[in-house]
């Protein structure tokens, strides 16, 4: 390791059970360049639990959806909480991660449940492009169509995606001994909650047919919805998810919501142990970069603008000139011609 890379591991811990199981995510550091057609390519992140190896072994044509999941995620959450203090930009040190996501946050509880999500809406994908030998289109639905269509096409395989998808991202929570059991429990509701929010994502998409698009004939097929779209309902269950603690209900152990705790957790909301900073400063003990040179929107009044992104701090102006295409004209035939303009613009960071 380089002395970098060392200094990173000390300040990066994985508490037991809270963070391991979701360092698959770090596959998009060398999981692209890899052909996964020979087993011995299951052993290249060596945080792969041996149960994830086993199942990358035997189900290798599953691996490029893994590692297209593992992009997807990092991407995602970070486009869909770019708006917020906490904006996920450190899902990019995966499979090493801050204390931000290694200590059962509710930041941590949304990675888990996005990862999960993302995974088995990769392969589900995947299985109805023909990208996987072993699995093909969803299933016709058991629903008799409506009177204007038909089931046809090509649905997405949501079904062998959830099996498998489930499979490999449950297996390091299931199959640690260390840890504790709350964070267990944590982790495993979390990925079901991530899942059930893509099972709710599922739509019916249709295309039609007949001469000149009258639609005299439609074909349609259940269809995932995109994963940023999976990802902002997320988002909503992140702003409302729920403090737990794990005790004796009756005769066995349950989550159950810390200030209220008459009634077990909901399998729709995303629960976490420990509270999180409020992420105006930085400070890297609890995993918060601060606010500080992050721009801010004047005139938002959400969670972007200036105010709740500073933190009261207030924040600096300055004017950027930015290029754009301008005052384009199409030449028949085919090719289009733009100006160059500049523009002025304000931009605002915090202070
Ligand atoms: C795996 O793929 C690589 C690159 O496509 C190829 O060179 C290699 O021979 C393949 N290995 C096997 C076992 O098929
Ligand atoms: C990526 O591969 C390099 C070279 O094989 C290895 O040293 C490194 O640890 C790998 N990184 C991860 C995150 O697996
Ligand atoms: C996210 O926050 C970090 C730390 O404050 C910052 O460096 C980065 O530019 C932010 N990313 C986006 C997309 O705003
Ligand atoms: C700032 O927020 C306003 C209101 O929400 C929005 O219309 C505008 O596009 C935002 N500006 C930028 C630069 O994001």
């Known amino acids: 390791m380089s002395p970098v890379v060392l200094r990173l591991a000390l300040l990066f811990i994985c508490y037991p059970g809270l963070c391991s199981a979701i360092q698959w995510l770090g596959l998009t550091i060398n999981g692209s360049s890899v052909a996964w057609n020979e087993s011995e390519h299951c052993r290249l992140l060596d945080?792969?639990?041996?149960?994830?190896?086993?199942?990358?072994?035997?189900?290798?044509?599953?691996?490029?959806?893994?590692?297209?999941?593992?992009?997807?995620?990092?991407?995602?959450?970070?486009?869909?909480?770019?708006?917020?203090?906490?904006?996920?930009?450190?899902?990019?040190?995966?499979?090493?991660?801050?204390?931000?996501?290694?200590?059962?946050?509710?930041?941590?509880?949304?990675?888990?449940?996005?990862?999960?999500?993302?995974?088995?809406?990769?392969?589900?994908?995947?299985?109805?492009?023909?990208d996987i030998p072993t699995c093909s289109c969803g299933s016709t639905p058991a629903e008799v169509p409506g009177p204007s269509f038909r089931w046809g096409g090509c649905g997405d395989n949501l079904?062998?995606?959830?099996?498998?998808?489930?499979?490999?991202?449950?297996?390091?929570?299931?199959?640690?001994?260390?840890?504790?059991?709350t964070a267990k429990f944590m982790n495993l509701h979390n990925n079901a909650v991530g899942r059930q929010v893509l099972i709710d994502s599922l739509e019916t998409k249709c295309k039609c047919h007949g001469v000149s698009g009258s639609c005299s004939v439609k074909t349609c097929w259940k269809g995932l919805q995109d994963l940023s779209g999976i990802a902002s309902e997320l988002k909503s269950k992140y702003l409302a998810a729920t403090k737990v603690i794990h005790r004796q209900i009756g005769t066995r152990k349950q989550l159950v919501p810390k200030e209220l705790d008459i009634r077990p957790v909901r399998d729709s909301e995303l629960v976490y142990v420990?509270?999180?900073?409020?992420?105006?400063?930085?400070?890297?003990?609890?995993?918060s970069c601060g606010t500080q040179d992050r721009l801010c929107n004047k005139t938002s009044v959400g969670s972007d603008s200036c105010n709740l992104m500073c933190c009261g701090r207030g924040y600096n102006a300055y004017t950027e000139t930015v290029v754009e295409r301008c005052q384009c004209k199409y030449f028949w035939c085919c090719y289009v011609v733009c100006k160059k303009c500049e523009r002025t613009v304000e931009r605002y960071v915090c202070k």
């Not at 599953?62 to 899902?91: G, Y």
């Not at 420990?274 to 995993?287: A, E, I, Q, V, W």
Request: glycine share 4%; aromatic share 6%.
């Open 47 to 130: 945080r792969l639990v041996p149960d994830q190896i086993q199942l990358c072994k035997r189900n290798l044509e599953l691996m490029h959806s893994v590692v297209n999941a593992a992009k997807q995620t990092k991407l995602i959450c970070q486009l869909t909480f770019s708006d917020m203090r906490w904006n996920c930009s450190s899902i990019e040190n995966a499979p090493y991660f801050t204390p931000d996501l290694a200590k059962g946050t509710r930041e941590s509880a949304v990675v888990y449940a996005l990862a999960s999500a993302a995974l088995s809406h990769s392969i589900a994908r995947a299985c109805a492009a023909g």
């Open 159 to 181: 079904r062998y995606g959830l099996q498998m998808g489930s499979a490999f991202v449950d297996a390091p929570i299931k199959s640690s001994r260390s840890g504790m059991q």
């Open 274 to 287: 420990n509270s999180s900073p409020d992420y105006c400063t930085s400070n890297p003990k609890l995993g």
